[in-house]
């Protein structure tokens, strides 16, 4: 079995690679990194149109990978670019099609959603999707035509663990309240009140330079994004982990609801029902509704030592146990391939 992988090589989209090349050998990465890194106008043209050049050397450039390496399956994580001339194609060559895609498919966001066209003319197109947005995988089951499954988020276990940091590095990324994410207005939301009750926090992320209330927030946002490295130590720095799912995508969890304790770090994240299913509230992990809890919360477990890094551990091991990883998800989803791949290819008796 032959697999050609596309994504990022970055991210979570690398180690889901990483942890399909243990599953199936071989698993060749074509990375899409340096099509895309262009101009913020020929950047809005291009994806807004889904043309140019950037867009035509992708997609010319994937045909050729495939036609040399000559894949059972292609696997593409994120396909926002991605033409249906392109995968017609690669379905004619044989090619098994498998899309994986972590965010939503209808962003409330107008500008992020329309990006997303491209991506939802062409569900169709593969023969097997992954979501991890429980809405979306249930929209794409009412639908003609689409083959869907539901997957989860992970953390990547040969990156994340409780070892603590080095002297020099814990003295670097020491925090009492840490938040690594985008912007949206509920997030902001939740850091003012965090700011207002005295209570120190730091923030990361891409976007935050559209918040309402940049004054208030100089000195806790870092308006800047970390690197993969940066973003291990962050975490292990953290006394409390915050988790703020996106609302924009309508997430119940991030790729935070397991870095977090897999990181040996205490997750005080908001309150969803996948959330609850992972871990037990108070014990494992804890949780919040709104501001006034995430506040009361927050000071609490600054203030208990031994509780906090009590339930930080037992999140850490509710983690390792029940296997919150890429690892052991994309090893579920190759399982669903070729199931998927054996009942397409056996002839109706």
């Not at 149109?49 to 040399?68: E, V």
């Not at 991605?82 to 209808?106: C, E, M, N």
């Not at 108070?282 to 031994?306: I, M, P, W």
């Given at each position: ?15 889901r ?60 994580d ?8 392109t ?30 066209r ?43 663990d ?17 938040f ?12 003012l ?7 120190p ?14 004054a ?21 720095g ?30 005080l ?10 871990y ?40 390792v ?9 994309m ?19």
């Amino acid at each position: 079995m032959k697999v050609v992988y596309v994504g990022n090589n970055y991210g979570t989209c690398l180690s889901r690679y990483h942890a399909l090349q243990k599953l199936v050998s071989p698993t060749e990465f074509f990375s899409i990194d340096s099509y895309f890194a262009m101009g913020r106008w020929h950047k809005l043209l291009e994806t807004m149109t889904f043309s140019g050049p950037r867009h035509r050397r992708a997609n010319r450039d994937l045909l050729k990978f495939c036609a040399m390496h000559q894949p059972d399956v292609v696997w593409i994580d994120k396909s926002i670019w991605v033409w249906p001339s392109t995968l017609k194609l690669l379905r004619a060559q044989g090619a098994f099609l498998v899309h994986h895609f972590t965010d939503a498919i209808f962003p409330r966001r107008w500008r992020i959603r329309s990006l997303f066209r491209l991506l939802r003319m062409t569900l169709p197109l593969y023969d097997l999707n992954f979501t991890s947005n429980v809405d979306d995988h249930t929209w794409m089951l009412r639908q003609s035509g689409i083959r869907a499954e539901l997957t989860y988020l992970g953390y990547d276990a040969g990156r994340y663990d409780a070892r603590p940091l080095s002297p020099e590095l814990a003295a670097k990324w020491s925090n009492d309240l840490l938040f690594i994410g985008h912007y949206e207005p509920r997030t902001e939301r939740g850091i003012l009140s965090l700011i207002a009750a005295g209570i120190p926090v730091k923030v990361y992320g891409d976007g935050w330079h559209h918040a309402r209330s940049k004054a208030l927030l100089q000195g806790t946002v870092q308006f800047k994004p970390l690197t993969d490295e940066e973003y291990i130590y962050a975490l292990k720095g953290a006394k409390i982990g915050l988790c703020f799912v996106s609302e924009l995508n309508y997430n119940q969890t991030a790729g935070r609801s397991f870095e977090i304790p897999a990181s040996g770090t205490f997750l005080l994240a908001i309150r969803t029902p996948q959330h609850s299913e992972c871990y037990r509230e108070g014990e494992e992990a804890e949780f919040f509704s709104d501001t006034d809890e995430l506040v009361r919360k927050a000071r609490y477990y600054l203030e208990n030592d031994a509780k906090r890094e009590q339930i930080a551990r037992r999140g850490h091991e509710r983690c390792v146990q029940s296997d919150y990883s890429w690892e052991r998800y994309m090893r579920d989803d190759w399982g669903k391939v070729l199931r998927v791949m054996n009942r397409v290819s056996t002839p109706v008796a």
